[in-house]
């Protein structure tokens, strides 16, 4: 397993590196007042490979309606730079990170980032991030809260980053890696590890998701690395942490680990 923490500060982005094909993934539910300041900020970042693809779960705010009206501005010149997935079904942030990634990919992005619609990601680290990846050649670069010089919104309260930091210790501690924010979900990928993952044969519906992409990524042999980051809380509306998604990220540590035992076995490989 290979995992790099980087704490230098970035340097400004090679043009020629600016226009690698990189797709955010956005899903959403019920986020119609967040989304339109959301997608302003990525598409003003100078990185003109850049396009947002928005995964609504069939929001009842409207936020669907509001994705499409933002695609139609930001593609207005002739370029397809944002695009709407419409999902009928809420299954979970896991099941629809999966079918955007997917249909990123297909569609030709070298990188995916995966980003909440929430604003709690900071939009002005991922040039430093795809930099990362471009000039380590990292299929996996996480935004960091727990690196040097990452750090947590001072309207959390204690509890709260007390709990985000043991449920870190407990998957990494489960699972044996040396992630530092394994539940960390502003990640960046490369399309070659995406492949590898194969999303399709994810077990993760919730938050768990992930962890499970992480652990698999570093079980298949791909480089991971770690930037510091900001993490904000949520500009407005409601967190989708319910009881369930919960439970499952308690157990799917567990269940990645019991796999991967029965995989070591002779004649036997899970995914």
């Known amino acids: 397993m290979s995992v790099h923490h980087r704490t230098a500060p970035a340097t400004p982005l ?9 797709t955010v993934v956005m899903p959403t539910y019920n986020e119609a007042q967040n989304l339109p300041t959301m997608a302003e900020a990525l598409m003003a970042l100078p990185l003109p490979g850049l396009s947002l693809l928005v995964v609504d779960d069939d929001s009842p705010d409207g936020t669907g309606t509001i994705a499409e009206q933002l695609a139609e501005k930001y593609n207005e010149l002739g370029r397809t730079r944002m695009g709407v997935l419409h999902r009928t079904t809420k299954d979970g942030l896991g099941r629809a990170y999966a079918a955007g990634m997917g249909r990123a ?3 030709g992005a070298a990188y995916v980032l995966q980003m909440d619609a929430d604003g709690s990601h900071p939009a002005d680290r991922i040039a430093e991030m795809l930099g990362v990846a471009l000039a380590t050649g990292a299929d996996v670069v996480v935004g960091s809260r727990y690196v040097p010089g990452g750090t947590l919104s001072d309207a959390w309260a204690t509890h709260r980053k007390l709990l985000s930091r043991w449920a870190n210790a407990y998957a990494s501690g489960i699972l044996g890696t040396r992630v530092r924010d394994i539940t960390g979900g502003f990640n960046l990928w490369s399309a070659q590890a995406l492949r590898a993952i194969d999303l399709a044969s994810l077990d993760s519906a919730g938050y768990s998701f992930q962890v499970e992409m992480k652990y698999r990524a570093l079980r298949d042999g791909f480089t991971v690395m770690e930037v510091p980051i900001h993490f904000e809380d949520r500009a407005a509306g409601e967190s989708k942490m319910n009881l369930a998604v919960q439970l499952e990220s308690v157990a799917m540590p567990w269940r990645l680990r019991s796999k991967a035992l029965r995989a070591a076995k002779p004649g036997k490989r899970a995914r």
Do not use: F, I, N
Not at 16 to 22: D, M, S, V, Y
């Open 105 to 107: 990919v297909t569609e």
């Open 14 to 22: 090679p043009a020629e590196w600016g226009r690698t094909p990189l």
